[in-house]
């Protein structure tokens, strides 16, 4: 898409994507792009990635641009945003893709610690809070504003259908799950907060590609979620200007079917 052929409510608006070099972020920076968004596409090491997720996004005819921040500091998170809507002022949508998901487990031979916990509460949960805190003073400072933007909350469908497995992700996601409704309310009208759950969308960890296919399948409508699914329902999200203050559930129904255990360790 040309630039100057974009519909006049689309000519400016910019997304900032966390952790859009690779996985769920880079099909959602793609996403937005094919609407005609333009793209600040955030990564913490994956430089060569997020260079190719750049020319990609280009090659669409908007405007894209790569920053680099270590999430897990503060100060790198802060500067992140002040840069990001200094080259893109028409800033109308964060999402808050970046995550780490390590395993741990309170009862288990790799329990839960007090380092992992607070990665996994710096990355998933606090940077999130940081950046949609800026959003929300950035969105407040404006004089006009092209709908009501928007921060979307990657979570999971897990945090509807809980098992112990991956305990020090869980909580934290948990806890920005929460965040979503609290800050719905504290940052209307300027701003909206929503939170987009994937089901089992892509091979994690030492996941087999057997293995990954079998565990996809087991939902109510036989497969979940993709990352085309996942990306453009962060779009409408996006363009979705009465959702605030709650999450969607993009899973196949994974969440409608209790487990004890995360789903990759019944497909082994």
Known sequence: MNPSSKHPSQQSKAVLVTGAAKRLGREIALQFARQGWDVAVHYGRSAHEAAKTVEEIQGLGVKAEAFQADLS?????????????????????????????EYDRANSSTPLSGKSLQEHMQINLTAPILLSQRMFEFQKSKLTKLGVPSVIQLLDQKLVNLNPDYLSYTLSKAALLTSVELLAVDFAPHLRVVGLAPGISLPSGNQTSEGFL?????????KSSTPEDISKAAVFLAESSAITGTTLYVDGGQHLLPSTRDVMFKTN
């Open 73 to 101: 500091d503060e100060v790198q998170t802060r500067d992140l945003f002040h840069s990001v809507s200094k080259v893109f002022p028409h800033l109308e949508c964060l999402v808050n893709s970046a995550s780490i998901f």
């Open 214 to 222: 079998k565990a996809h399948q087991m939902t109510p409508l036989g």
